[in-house]
């Protein structure tokens, strides 16, 4: 887990990460989250940036996501940052909604 800081040094955002799923040179984001009033600054280019740099030295050959099919914003965002979409799941129960899950992957280069 890592917090985003802006220059007040407030917490302004956090991205969750999972190493080694679905497998060893495969990093999973979780999540990434903005306050409200700093989205669409440019700010999530620059994490997933700063995060792929990060990633690189570990080994690590591809990044992976999930985003709930009915997110479009999401899905645009993270088109836009060079992931592609891999698979989408059946269906599945999540509490009372149902949500289908479109898994992406951005292979990293070298």
Do not use: C
């Not at 984001?29 to 009033?37: E, N, Q, V, W, Y």
């Not at 088109?79 to 992957?105: A, D, Y």
Request: aromatic share 10%; glycine share 10%.
């Amino acid at each position: 887990m890592f917090g985003i800081i802006d220059p007040l040094k407030e917490l302004v955002g956090v991205l969750d990460v999972l190493h080694g799923y679905p497998d060893e040179v495969t990093w999973w984001i979780g999540l990434l989250l903005f306050a409200p009033d700093i989205r669409s600054q440019g700010i999530g280019k620059a994490v997933l940036e700063g995060f792929t740099e990060y990633v690189k030295p570990s080994g690590g050959q591809a990044i992976m996501l999930g985003v709930v099919e009915e997110n479009e914003r999401a899905y645009r965002f993270w088109s836009k940052m060079g992931f592609e979409l891999i698979q989408e799941t059946e269906p599945r129960q999540f509490g009372n909604k149902t949500h289908t899950i479109r898994i992406m992957r951005r292979k990293l280069e070298e």
